[in-house]
T-cell receptor, first 112, second 113 residues
């Protein structure tokens, strides 16, 4: 158990819908990262927040957005879902820059 | 831009045999390098990391990796494979000035009795 929790574990939805994935980092970790794992693209970095502020952005679609709240949990919002958005979405947290990233168990999103 | 290349998407070994998973990196600056393992239906777990200290890095579960600058390699080894080592292994490099991770395509390790 990494100490990072993600909900829900599985999510099945339809094209065009909007979903929210939630991540609670390890106690004390200020940095949260979101990654997408798909068969087509492999593991890709989406976005990072540090203590509530966006720190780095990867290949995140405009239909996707994220935020980190004052209690440090983070949410990833995916809208206008397409079939190709079906993937495993991982959250990771770390204490700071270049510290070890601890990964959550992931949310498996299936878009039908 | 930083990148890593993992040679061999599948590696099969017998139980007790040497495990060698290959990773080459491309980096314009001294890199931070990582090996992660992913068991079926689970998240990623850090095996070991290189942060410019010792070039031979020991990790968990008997794994180790050697940083070779001249070969731009960071191969993962384990002297004796165990059935429980069957999993997918990912090499990753951090991407300064951020610390986001850039992952290789992964190597699936199968261990046969």
């Amino acid at each position: 158990d990494s100490g990072v929790t993600q909900t829900p574990k599985h999510l099945i939805t339809a094209t065009g819908q909007r979903v929210t994935l939630r991540c609670s980092p390890r106690s004390g970790d200020l940095s949260v990262y979101w990654y997408q794992q798909s068969l087509d693209q492999g593991l890709q970095f989406l976005i990072q927040y540090y203590n509530g502020e966006e720190r780095a952005k990867g290949n995140i679609l405009e239909r996707f957005s994220a935020q980190q709240f004052p209690d440090l949990h983070s949410e990833l919002n995916l809208s206008s879902l397409e079939l190709g958005d079906s993937a495993l979405y991982f959250c990771a947290s770390s204490a700071g820059l270049y510290n070890e990233q601890f990964f959550g168990p992931g949310t498996r999103l299936t878009v039908l | 831009a930083q990148s890593v290349t993992q040679l061999g998407s599948h590696v099969s070994v017998s139980e007790g045999a040497l495990v060698l998973l290959r990773c080459n990196y491309s980096s314009s600056v001294p890199p931070y390098l990582f090996w992660y393992v992913q068991y079926p239906n689970q998240g990623l777990q850090l095996l070991l990391k290189y942060t410019s200290a010792a070039t031979l890095v020991k990790g968990i579960n008997g794994f180790e990796a050697e940083f070779k600058k001249s070969e731009t390699s960071f191969h993962l080894t384990k002297p004796s494979a165990h059935m429980s080592d069957a999993a997918e292994y990912f090499c990753a490099v951090s991407d300064p000035p951020t610390d986001k991770l850039i992952f290789g395509t992964g190597t699936r390790l199968q261990v046969f009795p």
